[in-house]
């Protein structure tokens, strides 16, 4: 069945390879452009004339997801456009490296309002809609770093992660029974390259602090053993193919998460322990209901 879907993030390679399988897959799927802090789409310049040219329906939606006011109005034109909007796939994302007391406090400000705030604005604008058709999905895009074992250096990136996803699982159980599925795409980012061509601190006083102090040598050797665990990010286009099989399943079928790769940093044990004890808890006080998301009516 085709769907309506938003997917945020166009400008970072899952993004773009998330946007070209959906819509290849006969979605139509709403490419959000301008974003806080994109410089439009490299690959997804052209996507009208792009998905004329493939056959598939792939569209452009400009709005910034640093502004409430701006993501209602892109909400509203795709509802009015479609009468419906099904899933929403939140894949914006800031990635960030160095000592975190180097970080303004102005930083983590705009590092969370990208990776938590937008997704939050986003649901606000969208969720009354999937509530009143009491069906859709909301897929959030995680990285393991969000719960596997803790790298110096990434505090700041990871604590936003961390949050996305205490985010996601509040929103699972709250939405379940009005028939809408979550689904946890959690990506190993492990790879180097993933860090090295990331933000840097504001305050680069204190960053030379750690970089000619005791840590030293933390960086270098953090990320050559990551090299050698992982010594590739996760091929965007894995994860890409992996968000359209979660769409393309049918309701109640859908995964609450989607892990990838070797759990080389234990997220995947750690999650699955979680989620167990989330289970057993919500079972305990009588809402295990809503571990099953139901089709209203």
């Known amino acids: 069945m085709r769907k309506v879907i938003v997917v945020t993030g166009a400008a970072n390679s899952i993004g773009r390879n998330t946007c070209k399988e959906l819509a290849q897959a006969g979605h139509t799927v709403y490419v959000a452009m301008q974003e806080a802090g994109d410089q439009?789409?490299?690959?997804?310049?052209?996507?009208?004339a792009e998905a004329a040219k493939g056959g598939f329906d792939l569209r452009t939606i400009?709005?910034?997801?640093?502004?409430?006011?701006?993501?209602?109005?892109?909400?509203?034109?795709?509802?009015?456009?479609?009468?419906?909007?099904?899933?929403?796939?939140?894949?914006?994302r800031q990635v960030v490296y160095g000592p975190t007391e180097a970080f303004a406090p102005e930083q983590l400000a705009e590092l969370y309002d990208i990776n938590v705030l937008s997704a939050q604005r986003l649901n606000r604008a969208a969720l009354p809609q999937l509530r009143k058709q009491g069906e859709g999905l909301?897929?959030?895009?995680?990285?393991?770093?969000?719960?596997?074992?803790?790298?110096?250096?990434?505090?700041?990136?990871?604590?936003?992660?961390?949050?996305?996803?205490?985010?996601?699982?509040?929103?699972?159980?709250?939405?379940?029974?009005?028939?809408?599925?979550?689904?946890?795409?959690?990506?190993?980012a492990l790879g180097p390259g993933h860090y090295v061509r990331s933000g840097r601190p504001a305050d680069t006083i204190r960053a030379?602090?750690?970089?000619?102090?005791?840590?030293?040598d933390v960086s270098e050797t953090a990320l050559?053993?990551?090299?050698?665990?992982?010594?590739?990010?996760?091929?965007?286009?894995?994860v890409a193919r992996a968000i359209a099989d979660v769409v393309n399943m049918p309701f109640g079928?859908?995964?609450?998460?989607?892990?990838?790769?070797?759990?080389?940093?234990?997220?995947?044990?750690?999650?699955?322990?979680?989620?167990?004890?989330?289970?057993?808890?919500?079972?305990?006080?009588?809402?295990?209901?809503?571990?099953?998301p139901a089709l209203l009516g």
């Open 253 to 292: 079928q859908r995964p609450l998460r989607v892990h990838f790769g070797a759990d080389d940093d234990g997220a995947a044990a750690v999650d699955a322990v979680t989620d167990r004890a989330r289970a057993e808890l919500l079972r305990r006080i009588g809402l295990e209901d809503v571990l099953s």
């Open 40 to 48: 439009g789409a490299p690959g997804l310049d052209r996507p009208e």
């Open 208 to 216: 030379e602090e750690y970089a000619d102090g005791p840590t030293a």
């Open 138 to 188: 909301l897929i959030w895009v995680t990285s393991s770093c969000a719960r596997g074992g803790s790298v110096p250096f990434l505090g700041a990136y990871a604590s936003s992660k961390a949050a996305m996803d205490a985010l996601a699982l509040g929103y699972a159980g709250e939405l379940a029974r009005w028939g809408i599925e979550t689904s946890i795409v959690v990506p190993s």
């Open 224 to 238: 050559a053993g990551l090299a050698q665990l992982s010594p590739r990010d996760r091929a965007p286009q894995d």
């Open 62 to 92: 400009e709005f910034d997801v640093s502004s409430e006011a701006s993501v209602n109005a892109a909400i509203e034109t795709i509802i009015a456009d479609n009468d419906r909007l099904d899933v929403i796939v939140h894949n914006a």
